[in-house]
């Protein structure tokens, strides 16, 4: 059973540039949430997808945006990436109605922006 | 504002001895408490977790415990095993807020053989 997998694992942006991160629920799962975890931070919410729309958001700007596909798979996407982008993005999965707060969360995908 | 706060960065303990990990909350709207655990290279995974009308969980060697009217929980990790050492978060979420976790700044825990 594949648990939630992301890619890429690490990318190197220049300030400017847009960025697109990519997460695959696990089997089962049919929403996936987004967190930024900065150095030395605990993981911070950006935002929540389940059926392809975007149910919650964090405080983050708009530059942040993303997208859920049929597939329940989803993309992040960040645009004017800025230096204090720079952190690990994690995705995280877990499937409504299962009344319990787990998330079961991939490796990541560390974005260094210089 | 920090919601959840561990005060502790980090933690030594010697293998056998328990492992206590602490964390405070200030929004009164949070139900529900998790931990999760962190190795490098890793992401976060989940270990144990609380009900607001419990004020005690366990399973296995990992215990929670919530006193909600200390807006304070804590993890005890008996007997502690060097596997033990990780990054620790506390978490929590709120009713209606479908799993919006917030974490603390996390603690590293080190048991030493």
């Known amino acids: 059973d594949a648990g939630v997998t992301q890619s890429p694992t690490h990318l190197i942006k220049t300030r400017g540039q847009q960025v697109t991160l990519r997460c695959s629920p696990k089997s089962g799962h049919d929403t996936v949430s987004w967190y930024q975890q900065a150095l030395g931070q605990g993981p911070q919410f950006i935002f929540q997808?389940?059926?392809?729309?975007?149910?919650q958001r964090g405080n983050f700007p708009d530059r942040f945006s993303g997208h859920q596909f049929p597939n329940y798979s989803s993309e992040l996407n960040v645009n004017a990436l800025l230096l204090g982008d720079s952190a690990l993005y994690l995705c995280a999965s877990s499937k409504t109605g299962v009344n319990t707060g787990e998330l079961f969360f991939g490796e990541g995908s560390r974005l260094t922006v210089l | 504002d920090q919601q959840v706060k561990q005060n502790s960065p980090s933690l030594s303990v010697q293998e056998g001895r328990i492992s206590i990990l602490n964390c405070d909350y200030t929004?009164?709207?949070?139900?529900?408490f998790l931990w999760y655990k962190k190795y490098p290279a890793e992401g976060p995974t989940f270990l144990i977790s609380?009900?607001?009308?419990?004020d005690k969980n366990e399973d296995g060697r990992f215990t929670v415990f919530l006193n909600k009217s200390a807006k304070h929980l804590s993890l005890h990790i008996v007997p502690s095993q060097p596997g033990d050492s990780a990054v620790y978060f506390c978490?929590?979420?709120?009713?209606?807020?479908?799993?919006?976790?917030?974490f603390g700044s996390g603690t590293q825990l080190t048991v030493l053989p």
């Open positions: 978490a929590a979420s709120g009713t209606g807020s479908a799993r919006q976790l917030t």
């Open positions: 929004n009164s709207m949070f139900d529900y």
């Open positions: 997808y389940y059926e392809e729309e975007e149910r």
């Open positions: 609380i009900s607001s009308i419990k």
